[in-house]
């Protein structure tokens, strides 16, 4: 028979399935798959169940229902100082994951090229292969993670049709700041290209780091195109309601790949979406806070059983080096280890890039019960404290 599609056909599953049914299977503490393990708040909730009462539940239409339209246009108002049009400057996504497959949809040809920056979302380099699309990768490189200008500056050339940013950063929660914004900024004005934001963790970034949309810089408007989350925001991942935002030449061109993906989306998980982007300025300080006070307690713990703890501004996750560790194995080897014998279950970092890895450092997902961590820092202590006395980690 002939050939299927080469790339689909030799992409494995993912890291976070392989992971989380490896946790499933040995009873572990899941600090590998990035969701909260408490549901978002109790009124958004009921208001998404009341909502299936109504008798509204054909077809929402194609950018997203009117009310959710204008409180992401309200919510960019509100935080960032933006000017979004409700009707023509936003498109509401099946998840954030398929805002950024329209986005790239909407802006590449075969043969662009697109600069990446690891490490990266996994969704990221497959989809701009599918599109035709060239990668350019750019790395940050552990522990701070700073951004490499000469590097970034070489991989844009007159063919460069946009970058990708994420920030804050999975998986390693950079959050990037003005003056690398604005050598971004400059970078796209000067090759005339776009930039796709992925901005999933708006909201999710710890003082004194702040979140800098690259949309609000002088001259940035009209390349950007803007990605939210209303699972990240509201701890509700399973519903899948993303958003973009944008100038409305480039939203409708998201809107026909959208059209073209899944159409339109759940209307009363949209309804309860616009009731939480309208919460009070104390929600979104809470829930930024309360994971803050999360991740100090496992960086802190994970430091005290001899981890190497990089600093994380940003999202649900920690990056740890375990080299002090003396493993003789990588960094997936590794989170088998721990996953099958400790009890916990993370991440390797190698995922989050395209080849030669780093393999020293494995990310933990700290959105979870705080008696969770404290537990999964106890399994960890249970198992690494003889084979510290014995050099044998």
Known sequence: MKTTNLLLSQTGTTIFTLMSALAARHGAINLGQGFPDQDGPADLIEAAADALRDGRNQYAPLTGLPELRQAVAAANRRFYGLEIDPDSGVVVTSGATEAICACLMALI?????VVLIEP???????VVTLLGGIAKLVR???PEWTLPYNEL???FSPR???????????????VFNEK?????ADLLEQYDAYAVCDEVYEH???????????????????RCLRIGSAGKTFSLTGWKIGYISGPPALVELTAKAHQNLTFCTA??????????????????????????AKRDVLAQGLAHLGFGVLPADGSYFVTTDFSAFGYAGDDTAFCREITEHAGVAAIPVSAFYAADPPTSYIRFAFCKQEAVLQEALARLERYLAPKRLTGTA
């Open 120 to 126: 990266l979302y996994d969704t990221y380099l497959p």
């Open 153 to 155: 500056a070489d991989a």
């Open 267 to 292: 209307p009363n998980l949209q309804r309860a979406v616009a009731l939480g982007l309208a919460k009070p300025d104390d929600y979104f300080q809470g829930l930024a806070e309360g994971l803050k």
């Open 140 to 142: 940050l490189h552990p």
């Open 204 to 222: 999710l970034v710890f003082s004194p780091a702040r979140h800098i949309p690259l949309m609000t810089l002088p001259g940035m408007f009209e």
């Open 180 to 184: 690398e914004l604005s050598f971004i």
């Open 160 to 174: 460069t049709k946009l970058l990708l940013l994420n920030t804050p950063m999975n998986p390693c929660g950079k």
């Open 109 to 113: 040809n075969p043969g662009d090229e």
